[in-house]
Every structure is written in structure tokens, then in C-alpha cells.
């Protein structure tokens, strides 16, 4: 059943994702041409102009939010989904390898942050059944599910976001030109 609402959870994450990009795409489009307008039609073509950077600036805030949510999700994908017969907790087999999760992970976090994340979950050394990792969870907030008014997010793309929990749980994130997404700079 938790398999079941996670794979719901991340679809209608990837759905918002799709959405948020799609959006963002056709706003690109339609700017080219408001860019020429000003000097056709004057100061009419002004006020487009001041409510487009509202609506980019929101979505860039759902973006950011989006970005710790799927990070949350693959972590809990790669620490918190297999087991060994006996219940020990598991590295997921498809990744295999400490190092193969830590490179899965600068997707979607800085190298600090990542590092922190492995140290947390890999202890003991590998076993028969796979890699033994931490069953506590290395989030002690989450993301999924909370709605964008629940959160205090602060900040803009340029500068990074913050973005604060109701329980005083800090994500940083930072947009990666390289990577074309936010990832997570910190978690306090």
C-alpha cells in the first residue's frame, strides 16, 4: 500500500512538473512577441509586461518546492524501499553501490548534501542481501503533500530559495544552470 501511494505521489509530482514546464515554455513563446509591441502600441503593452514576472516568480516558487519533494522521493526510492528477508533495511538493488546512489543523488542535491545523506544511511558494510542501510529517515520534515501556503518560501531564482516548514525545517536551494533544475544547497 505505501509502494502504491508513493508511485501516486511521484506521479502527481512528475504531472505538476510537466505542467510547471509546459506553462513556462509557452510563456517564453509568447514574450517574444510582447517584446515588440512597446514600440507599436506604447504604454498599452506595458501592463502584460508587469504581471508576467508574477506569474514567473510564482512558478518559480512551485518549481523549488516541486524540486525538494522529488529529491525527498528519490532518497526514500533509494534508502527506504528494499528489505532483506529478515526486515533489515536495504540500499535498492538497482542501484547497487554506495557510490552509484551518490551520483544518483547530485541530481537532485548539492555534493555537501549529498554526502550527508549517504554517511547517514550507509554504516555497515555490505552483505549478502545488499547494502544495510539506516532505517531512520534522513528527512525529519516532508514535503510531499503539503500545499506551496503551508511553507514560508522565500527568495528568487537568481538568489536561491529558502524554503521553511511548519516545523522549522530550512531547505536551501539553488538553480543549476548545469543540471537546468533547483537542487537542495541545505537542509537545517
Known amino acids: 500500500m505505501m509502494k502504491k501511494a508513493a508511485i501516486g505521489l ?11 514546464c509546459s506553462n513556462g515554455g509557452g510563456e517564453a513563446t509568447e514574450a517574444a512577441p510582447a517584446a515588440e509591441a512597446p514600440a ?37 526510492t533509494l ?5 532483506a528477508e529478515d526486515g533489515t533495511p536495504l ?6 553501490t554506495p557510490e552509484a546512489a551518490k551520483e544518483l543523488l547530485l541530481g537532485y542535491f548539492e555534493p555537501a548534501v549529498a554526502d550527508r545523506i549517504i554517511a547517514h544511511y550507509i554504516s555497515a ?6 547494502v544495510v542501510v539506516n532505517a531512520e529517515p534522513f528527512f525529519t520534515s516532508s514535503v510531499v503533500g503539503v500545499a506551496p501556503a503551508d511553507l514560508t ?3 528568487s531564482k537568481a538568489d536561491g530559495f529558502a524554503v521553511t516548514t511548519k516545523d522549522n525545517v530550512k531547505y536551501t536551494l539553488k538553480w543549476s544552470e548545469e543540471q537546468g533544475r533547483y537542487l537542495v544547497a541545505n537542509m537545517e
Do not use: C, W, Y
Open 10 to 20: 511521484f506521479a502527481l509530482t512528475m504531472a505538476i512538473l510537466a505542467a510547471g
Open 153 to 155: 518560501i522565500e527568495g
Open 40 to 76: 507599436a502600441e506604447g504604454a498599452a503593452s506595458e501592463q502584460p509586461a508587469e504581471e508576467a514576472p508574477a506569474e514567473d516568480a510564482e512558478l518559480e516558487r512551485q518549481k523549488a518546492v516541486n524540486a525538494i519533494a522529488i529529491a525527498e522521493d528519490k532518497v526514500n
Open 125 to 130: 558494510p555490505a552483505t549478502d542481501a545488499g
Open 79 to 83: 534508502f527506504h524501499h528494499d528489505a
Open 91 to 96: 540500499l535498492n538493488a538497482t542501484t547497487g
